[in-house]
Nanobody, 115 residues
Framework: QVQLVESGGGLVQQGGSLRLSCAASGSIFSFNTMAWYRQTPGKQRELVADITRGGSPFYADSVKGRFTISGDFAKSTVVLQMNSLKSEDTAVYYC?????????WGKGTQVTVSS
């Protein structure tokens, strides 16, 4: 059973930084894609950034230039460095890892940016 565990969320002031980490445990095979999503109450979960083995990272327009995703596919870990945080970045952030047809999600970590 593969489990993804996020860490690094918390409360930060606007303009500050946080670093989210996600690590996989259990019966692990190498993932092809790892990603971060976020969700606020009443809204759909949205893609923040993803990274594919051998490919370039993708970022949502709202976080370009502020967030950086990095992945270690050998260790099945993914990190999201978040800088210049804004109040609208407040959300629960979820880690996702995929090796088709299998998709795994973490339980989420809360990020709150105070203005």
């Amino acid at each position: 059973q593969v489990q993804l565990v996020e860490s690094g969320g918390g409360l930060v002031q606007q303009g500050g930084s946080l670093r989210l980490s996600c690590a996989a445990s259990g019966s692990i095979f190498s993932f092809n894609t790892m990603a971060w999503y976020r969700q606020t109450p009443g809204k759909q979960r949205e893609l923040v950034a993803d990274i594919t083995r051998g490919g370039s990272p993708f970022y949502a327009d709202s976080v370009k230039g502020r967030f950086t995703i990095s992945g270690d596919f050998a260790k099945s870990t993914v990190v999201l460095q978040m800088n210049s945080l804004k109040s609208e970045d407040t959300a629960v952030y979820y880690c996702k890892a995929q090796r088709s047809p299998y998709v795994y999600w973490g339980k989420g970590t809360q990020v709150t940016v105070s203005s």
